[in-house]
Nanobody, 124 residues
Framework: QVQLVESGGGLVQAGGSLRLSCAASDRTFSNYLMGWFRQAPGKEREFVATISPSGGSTYVAESVKGRFAISRDNAKNTLYLQIDSLKPEDTAVYYC?????????????????WGQGTQVTVSS
């Protein structure tokens, strides 16, 4: 079982940047498709970005493309999400997730393991 722990969230002003991290406990981290999702108050969980097990392929949601970048360091068992030009509408709890499947990468149901989330709050 993979345990995931997110960090790096916080309160930032609009226009600022954050780098979220997700540390995985399992040495087989490099075997998993990894993703980031977010959930704002009163809204459904939303896909943000995903990255292939090797890191060679990424897919970012259109709504955040150009501002969000996903990456991973398999040697460190860590996933990252770089967020630039933050907007108040980016305020949400951000979750990382792991999947052994590569199908339906933007669907939350694809992912088996989830972290507890890290809060990102953007002030205007």
């Amino acid at each position: 079982q993979v345990q995931l722990v997110e960090s790096g969230g916080g309160l930032v002003q609009a226009g600022g940047s954050l780098r979220l991290s997700c540390a995985a406990s399992d040495r087989t981290f490099s075997n998993y498709l990894m993703g980031w999702f977010r959930q704002a108050p009163g809204k459904e969980r939303e896909f943000v970005a995903t990255i292939s097990p090797s890191g060679g392929s990424t897919y970012v949601a259109e709504s955040v493309k150009g501002r969000f970048a996903i990456s991973r360091d398999n040697a460190k068992n860590t996933l990252y999400l770089q967020i630039d030009s933050l907007k108040p509408e980016d305020t949400a709890v951000y979750y990382c997730a792991a999947s052994a499947s590569s199908r339906g990468v933007a669907r939350a149901e694809t992912y088996t393991y989830w972290g507890q989330g890290t809060q990102v709050t953007v002030s205007s």
